[in-house]
């Protein structure tokens, strides 16, 4: 809004044709400005002239057995990003993508196959929660950023995006009901840190030393396992917020007992929540799901050693609702 307010003034508008262009982008979501009725015609042609609105126009449409929805989303250039919708006890909620593409190169992650394409705005960030709940008639309560993209790499939109997205004449979700996950981008780690926001940061964790992470993850050599704990940590004590890691299992990589207490090490102290995700085996990946068993003893292990560890719910696996999979396929499509 006070981005809003200052580009208007710049033009020699008044302050409260921000709010009344807010309403209409963001409350009754117009797609062009013509339709925005309480603001003169000059100032429509100039908006006209000068921007556009941007927005998410579903072009596949999936839905699981247990409802999940995913949504793969068409933007103004042709690029695609895909969304989930998932319905839970407390609440629809939606995990969304911040880039097209990704640089990253997690190994096991089928986002980051061919690369980033570009960032998304913040416009393509709100129109996908909007886009989600006009398709599924629900109020979406709770915003995960897991999707395509590594929010961190994208962080000037991403903040924006969450401030609308929060905001009272926005949807008004609450910074506590947003989680944003990523795989470890220490120095910005440290840059949110600083916003102090009550969003929820999950850290990708998925190893406890730096040369099985390294394996997996491209990023731990530029950010080692002991710089992203310690920024964690930092993180932690200025916001007041506990982070939670995300551990994804991988058959015989990293589902050992050893690697489990190792872990436990690793962040003991912290009060940290883990979050244990059998690995969804892509195309081209040499990593298999480690079995529920093993998942299992592993939380065991953990919360033996005063860890709390979940095991997270699967769902929409009939639909190949993991990242990047829909996006990958309506990619190859188009190639052949
Ligand atoms: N770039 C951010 C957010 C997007 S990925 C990040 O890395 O956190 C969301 C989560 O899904 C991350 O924890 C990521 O490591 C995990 N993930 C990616 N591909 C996966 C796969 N095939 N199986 C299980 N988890 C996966």
Not at 2 to 29: M, S, V
Request: hydrophobic share 35%; glycine share 6%; with cysteine.
């Amino acid at each position: 809004m006070e981005q809003l307010k200052e580009e208007l003034k710049q033009a020699g508008y008044p302050a409260y044709r921000a709010d009344q262009l807010f309403q209409w982008l963001h409350n009754r979501r117009v797609t062009a400005f013509s339709q925005m009725t309480n603001l003169p015609k000059s100032m429509v042609s100039w908006l006209e002239e000068n921007y556009q609105i941007d927005f998410a126009a579903p072009v596949r449409k999936q839905v699981s057995k247990d409802k999940t929805v995913k949504y793969l989303f068409r933007m103004s250039d042709g690029n695609c990003v895909e969304s989930v919708v998932m319905f839970y006890e407390y609440g629809a909620s939606v995990c969304i993508s911040t880039q097209v593409g990704c640089r990253m190169g997690c190994r096991f992650c089928a986002s980051t196959q061919a690369g980033r394409v570009r960032n998304l705005t913040a416009g393509e960030i709100c129109a996908e929660v909007y886009a989600a709940q006009a398709d599924t008639q629900q109020r979406i309560s709770h915003i995960v950023l897991m999707g395509i993209g590594e929010p961190l790499d994208n962080y000037e939109n991403v903040l924006s995006f969450l401030r609308i997205i929060s905001c009272p004449e926005g949807l008004c979700i609450g910074m506590r009901n947003i989680s944003l996950s990523t795989c470890g981008v220490v120095p910005q780690i440290d840059r949110l840190a600083r916003e102090n926001l009550q969003l929820t940061l999950s850290v990708s964790l998925h190893a406890p030393n730096n040369t099985l992470r390294s394996s997996m993850m491209p990023v731990n050599d530029a950010y080692p396992v002991e710089d992203l704990i310690a920024a964690c940590r930092r993180y932690q004590n200025t916001t007041g917020r506990r982070v939670s890691f995300e551990y994804s299992m991988v058959k015989g990589v990293n589902d050992s007992e050893k690697q489990a207490d190792e872990l436990a090490e690793l962040i003991k102290g912290m009060g940290a929540h883990v979050n244990l995700i059998p690995i969804n085996p892509v195309d081209g990946s040499p990593y298999s799901a480690s079995d529920a068993k093993n998942v299992l003893r592993f939380q065991k292990l953990l919360e033996a050693r005063g860890i709390n560890a979940t095991v997270r719910r699967r769902l929409g696996t009939d639909i190949s609702a993991a990242c990047g999979q829909l996006r990958r396929e309506e990619m190859q499509k188009t190639e052949h």
